[in-house]
């Protein structure tokens, strides 16, 4: 992403990454049984995304040369495969909105648009594919916060609304170990 989004982030942790991001407009933002539903379903998903992290975490530190080990790697690697398969086969049927690049932090998310069409505070669901082994988005209610330049595109700054606790929770832990990765791997391309 380019400086600008950088200067103006909210302060915290945040990381950078490109996936199906949508907009969907909303007149008004999702109360009761409706966000009730919301939240469980963001829950699930962001918990399947970490687990599929943490799983991977604890494989690659025990021995690799116990045969245990090595076939549970194997295994792993079939259901990997499994999963891609899925979301890719999901993906061409329900169309994926387009690849955006974006960036995250717990309480909202910046992304860059061409021409956008959105006002300071507008309305809406925010679907962002989080794990490409998971076919479902994440859809979180939001308001349009700001828009600010960014070269000759403009971009968009949003804060989540309604968001329960364990939503919020897992966010920052999402948010957290991608920003570590990020950080390790700008430690060891020096």
């Given amino acids: 992403m380019t400086d600008t989004i950088r200067m103006l982030a909210v302060s915290g942790l945040a990381y950078e990454d490109e996936a199906p991001l949508g907009w969907k407009p909303l007149k008004q933002l999702p109360d009761g049984v409706e966000l009730q539903q919301l939240n469980a379903q963001n829950a699930h998903l962001l918990q399947a995304d970490a687990s599929l992290d943490e799983h991977r975490g604890v494989a690659e530190s025990k021995d690799d040369s116990q045969p245990v080990f090595q076939e549970l790697h194997r295994l792993e690697f079939k259901l990997d495969i499994i999963l891609r398969l899925m979301s890719t086969l999901i993906e061409q049927q329900q169309g994926l909105p387009a690849r955006r690049r974006f960036r995250m932090y717990a309480q909202g998310l910046e992304w860059i648009e061409s021409?956008?069409?959105?006002?300071?505070?507008?309305?809406?669901?925010?679907?962002?594919?989080?794990?490409?082994?998971?076919?479902?988005p994440v859809e979180l209610p939001c308001e349009l916060i700001t828009t600010f330049p960014a070269g000759e595109e403009t971009a968009l700054r949003v804060e989540f609304r309604g968001l329960g606790t364990l939503v919020t929770d897992l966010l920052e832990k999402l948010v957290f170990r991608h920003h570590r990765r990020q950080v390790a791997e700008a430690r060891h391309s020096r």
Avoid: D, M, W
């Fill in 115 to 136: 021409a956008p069409t959105l006002e300071q505070g507008a309305l809406g669901l925010v679907s962002l594919h989080i794990n490409r082994a998971l076919p479902y």
